[in-house]
């Protein structure tokens, strides 16, 4: 592994053991992901940058066999978004190259304890371009949908999760319903 990806990842589990709070955990690793996607030429590999047809791709760069932390090469074409989705954990997210779109929804009832009768209302936009950093923390779950507008050109972004992210709910945001669904991911030389 590149050293200024196995330095990043390093001190990300340091700040885990460091800080139990995940607003803490996200303020502090912040800077360092804003440093690595600006530096990312150096140790993306061509693994880490295949895109897919039919949807955005998600390849592995580490997946901690501890389950606390997973880092993934998002690669999205122009037009790929994501469904409307929470994470379960915190994370972090650094763009590489494009423009990411973030869309945020935000719960008119509070915290989410049901798969039906969520009433989600839309909330801002955020536009990150390379260098850029946005974070979340769980509880209540950051809810947002994420992707590339078609008139835009390809995105390739750093995900960061406090946990083996092979899982997220979905919304459906008409009929006021979630399901948990399997994320799948390319694993990279
Ligand atoms: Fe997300």
Same mark, same amino acid.
């Given at each position: 592994?590149?050293?200024?990806?196995?330095?990043?990842?390093?001190?990300?589990?340091?700040?885990?053991?460091?800080?139990?709070?995940?607003?803490?955990?996200?303020?502090?690793?912040?800077?360092?992901?804003?440093?690595?996607?600006?530096?990312?030429?150096?140790?993306?590999?061509?693994?880490?940058?295949?895109?897919?047809?039919?949807?955005?791709?998600?390849?592995?760069?580490?997946?901690?066999?501890?389950?606390?932390?997973?880092?993934?090469?998002?690669?999205?074409?122009?037009?790929?978004?994501?469904?409307?989705?929470?994470?379960?954990?915190?994370?972090?997210?650094?763009?590489?190259?494009?423009? %990411?779109?973030? &869309?945020?929804?935000? #719960?008119?009832?509070?915290?989410?304890?049901?798969?039906?009768?969520? $009433? !989600?209302?839309?909330?801002?936009?955020?536009?990150?371009?390379?260098?850029?950093?946005?974070?979340?923390?769980?509880?209540?779950?950051?809810?947002?949908?994420?992707?590339?507008?078609?008139?835009?050109?390809?995105?390739?972004?750093?995900? %960061?999760?406090? &946990?083996?992210?092979? #899982?997220?709910?979905?919304?459906?945001?008409?009929?006021?319903?979630? $399901? !948990?669904?399997?994320?799948?991911?390319?694993?990279?030389?």
């Amino acid at each position: 592994m590149h050293e200024a990806l196995a330095a990043f990842i390093a001190q990300c589990e340091s700040i885990v053991a460091a800080k139990e709070k995940t607003a803490d955990r996200v303020t502090t690793i912040a800077p360092l992901m804003q440093k690595l996607a600006t530096r990312a030429d150096e140790f993306l590999t061509e693994d880490h940058k295949r895109p897919e047809a039919e949807h955005y791709a998600r390849n592995a760069i580490h997946i901690a066999p501890s389950g606390n932390l997973s880092l993934f090469a998002l690669v999205w074409l122009p037009g790929q978004w994501t469904p409307v989705h929470d994470h379960g954990c915190w994370g972090v997210v650094g763009v590489v190259q494009g423009l %990411l779109e973030e &869309r945020s929804y935000m #719960s008119a009832t509070g915290d989410i304890a049901a798969d039906s009768g969520i $009433r !989600l209302k839309r909330g801002g936009v955020i536009l990150l371009n390379p260098g850029s950093v946005s974070s979340f923390v769980p509880n209540p779950d950051h809810i947002h949908m994420t992707g590339v507008a078609r008139t835009r050109e390809t995105c390739i972004s750093l995900h %960061l999760y406090g &946990r083996n992210m092979n #899982s997220f709910h979905i919304y459906d945001v008409e009929a006021g319903t979630r $399901r !948990l669904v399997d994320v799948p991911h390319h694993e990279s030389r």
